[in-house]
């Protein structure tokens, strides 16, 4: 009886050891996709990327800023004046920030798919207790590191800087408002006042004998 004991607790204990070494050689494999270096090279890559992507559109809308003040500028008479030079200022400052915000959110992407790659890292080393094998591991590691990629792209292309020259802009909208009030002013009192003291047979501009 006291052999036949023995046995079956030494089988019980190889086969919790057993079991114990299966689970650490899965999570060692999750481990090492996870931590693979070409992994922190994809994300260096996304981060720039994202960060060219923003800068793409934060340099639109300096080139939109650029025109939209020479022009604000021309329609006010303000061309060369102080105006100019306090606008351009207020446009260097909104590009500073405008950089700002590129540099937060591609970083902030990059921290999203790491974040993304440690949960499904977590995911997979739990499994391994229930039974995972290191090969499939590895296999979901490397398609949930692919998944989150793309999810990582899309969300990112899907984004966008805003408006990024909302103080300029302001006195861009002020610059419009103000022509085209001059405009209907002049096209209602200028054309009368054309009318009674410039031209035609009036009785006040001559010519009408």
Excluded: H
Excluded at 13 to 39: D, K, L, W
Excluded at 73 to 89: E, F, M, N, P
């Amino acid at each position: 009886m006291g052999g036949s004991s023995n046995s079956a607790a030494d089988a019980a204990n190889y086969a919790e050891q057993a079991r114990q070494a299966s689970i650490a050689r899965t999570q060692g494999r999750v481990n090492q996709v996870f931590n693979s270096p070409q992994r922190q090279a994809d994300i260096n890559d996304f981060v720039n990327a994202t960060r060219s992507y923003y800068q793409q559109d934060l340099n639109r809308q300096k080139g939109n800023a650029d025109r939209g003040l020479k022009f604000a500028l021309a329609k006010s008479g303000l061309t060369g004046g102080s105006t100019q030079v306090d606008q351009q200022r207020v446009l260097g400052d909104d590009y500073g920030r405008g950089l700002l915000q590129v540099e937060s959110k591609a970083q902030g992407a990059g921290a999203s798919l790491s974040a993304a790659d440690q949960d499904a890292r977590s995911r997979l080393i739990s499994l391994a207790t229930s039974g995972l094998d290191a090969t499939t591991a590895a296999q979901q590691a490397s398609a949930a590191m692919r998944s989150n990629l793309q999810a990582g792209q899309s969300e990112a292309q899907m984004g966008s800087l805003g408006d990024s020259f909302a103080q300029f802009n302001a006195f861009k909208q002020q610059a419009d408002t103000a022509a085209n009030q001059r405009r209907g002013y002049y096209s209602t009192f200028g054309g009368k006042n054309a009318a009674l003291y410039g031209g035609g047979n009036t009785g006040y501009g001559g010519g009408g004998n």
